[in-house]
């Protein structure tokens, strides 16, 4: 196909709102697309060219495509910039010159030869890599028409603002084998052990649905992490699973370990961004303690006080994540990993083993002596509780020990990835009466300070959760309170990086709660509040009374936050 019908897709994608005509387009567009196209179209539609851990991006800010798109038309810098505020989107000012341009270049370049190119200003680094890139974008401005421009400049900058997530692009592959989603659940399985859209779409337009069955862990491809529902009494959880084993909940953050011996470790954080870089301490202490040729665990990252002989509290811990003076902090926060699942070991998948047997094959992998001083990996301790009476007491002991409450573990539950079931169930520290637990939430956006916020440049932010029943985000408060004069600045300062000139196409937000600012999907918090309530308002229709920031998540992509369901299953509660 060439990319100038391709582009047609884009611009009916553009037009509507609805998720179903959405999911109907791109199936029609996935019908006529060969495996290799619909891999490489899978990955533009995301504004990429690879998945996204695997760290290959255009390396392009928005200065460097206006540079390129003046030097492709030969026009005046300062002109193009002042149309660009008038008209106020890079996409549909690069495309209005274009129009005026006739080039002798311009030519019908196919999907293929388009995406190439766009490999190429990706993968170009070191010294002139700049010019490389301005070069290609500028050749590609004036080899296609306007309204490919309108999109080819949008690609670089992250901002295709077409509106969905992945999970549109899942049911759309189930329309295009079958003309509706009834094999969506087939798909997204196999999604969440190998999140690579191109491949799996490039694998059932090849091989058709049944070669997604035969889907397993490949090392250096991250698994989306399964996750634990929620109970708040011994009673509740031992009346779910019964006999369970128990391991204490630890106040860190979630790495995914991918190693193979002699050759490499890659860290993956529960978004799916390779962290390796940042834990130098838990990659050495990896190749000194586990005992496999390949392996996929995952454990929970702890920050250790060696003259206290105590954890550290989640805020210490969280400095780790960080991209400066690695070295420095891993001597003032040393970690250390507590490894509790085994995936994946040898060539074997243990995705699909009962939790006693990945276990007890953890246990033998891991070589350790418990030594907190002298070891960095660690096996989570484990205790068999058959009486609600056994996990209350746990529960106490636990957060005694400055723990965050404990993870009940179904003794013949298999790993699911990427789904919240009964196969671990959280009992956590219930800080309210009415709201047992956090609400994690997207920033969408904020408004200006006023008087003393002034200084600021930010007095109140709009949070929401996903809705993925419609794959968007509506809205549940807007916070103005709670937050410390640093909060603040740590809000602004992460926010700066995400603003969007409109409000993007997949945010639901009533008119009289719009914002000042609008924030790209990225920023995850954890929200306290006092109960939820019913709002006219709040597209949600629920919203969160007295909602007050606990704190960032940048270990949560924003389609991990609490999902409409969740939060309507939470207001049932009280």
Known sequence: MNFSQLVQYFEKINQTASRLTITQILAELFKKLNPEELEQVCYLLQGRVRPAYEKIDFGMAEKMVIKSVVLALNLDKNFFEKEYKKIGDLGETTASFRRQFFSLEEKDLEISEVYQIFLKIAQSSGEKSVEVKIGLLSLLIRQLNPLSAKYIVRFPTGNIRLGFSDMTILDSFSWMLVGDKSLRSIIEKAYHVRPELGYIGRLIKKKGIAALEKISPKLFTPIIMMRAEKLSSGKEIINQIGECLVEPKF????????????????????????????????????????????????????????????????????????????????????????????????????????????????????????????????????????????????????????????????????????????????????????????????????????????????????????????????????????????????????????????????????????????????????????????????????????????????????????????????????
């Open 251 to 574: 106040d860190g953050f979630r790495l995914q370990v991918h190693y193979k011996k002699y050759d490499q470790i890659k860290l993956f954080s529960r978004s799916l961004e390779e962290v390796s870089y940042m834990y130098p301490d838990i990659i050495k202490g990896v190749k000194k303690q586990v005992l496999s040729d390949e392996i996929i665990f995952e454990g929970e990252a702890v920050g250790y006080d060696f003259e206290k002989k105590e954890f550290l509290p989640f805020q210490e811990t969280v400095q780790r994540k960080r991209k400066y003076k690695i070295e420095e902090m891993v001597k003032k926060i040393p970690l250390k990993l507590f490894a509790f699942e085994l995936l994946y070991k040898n060539g074997i998948s243990f995705l699909n083993k009962p939790f006693l047997e990945r276990r007890q094959e953890l246990k033998k992998t891991i070589k350790t002596e418990k030594n907190l001083d002298k070891e960095t990996i660690l096996l989570a301790d484990q205790v068999k509780v058959v009486k609600e009476s056994q996990l209350d007491n746990l529960f106490d002991f636990y957060i005694k020990k400055n723990l965050e409450g404990l993870i009940a573990k179904k003794i013949n539950g298999v790993y699911k990835p990427g789904a919240r079931e009964w196969n671990w169930i959280k009992y956590k520290k219930s800080y309210s009466s009415k709201i047992k637990d956090t609400i994690d939430c997207l920033v969408m956006g904020y408004n200006l300070g006023r008087g003393k916020r002034v200084d600021l440049g930010i007095g109140t932010f709009l949070v929401g959760v996903y809705d993925k029943e419609n794959d968007r985000f509506v809205t549940v408060a807007k916070i103005g309170t709670g937050l410390t004069d640093e909060e603040w600045k740590q809000l602004k300062s992460q926010s700066s990086n995400l603003i969007t000139k409109e409000k993007p196409t997949n945010y639901l937000v009533e008119k009289t709660i719009k914002c000042d600012v609008w924030l790209k999907p990225k920023l995850v918090v954890e929200i306290r509040a006092d109960e939820i309530t019913k709002s006219p308002v709040h597209t949600a229709g629920l919203a969160l009374r007295f909602p007050r920031l606990e704190r960032f998540r940048d270990d949560k992509n924003p389609y991990e936050t609490t999902t409409l369901e969740e939060l309507n299953n939470f207001s049932m509660s009280f």
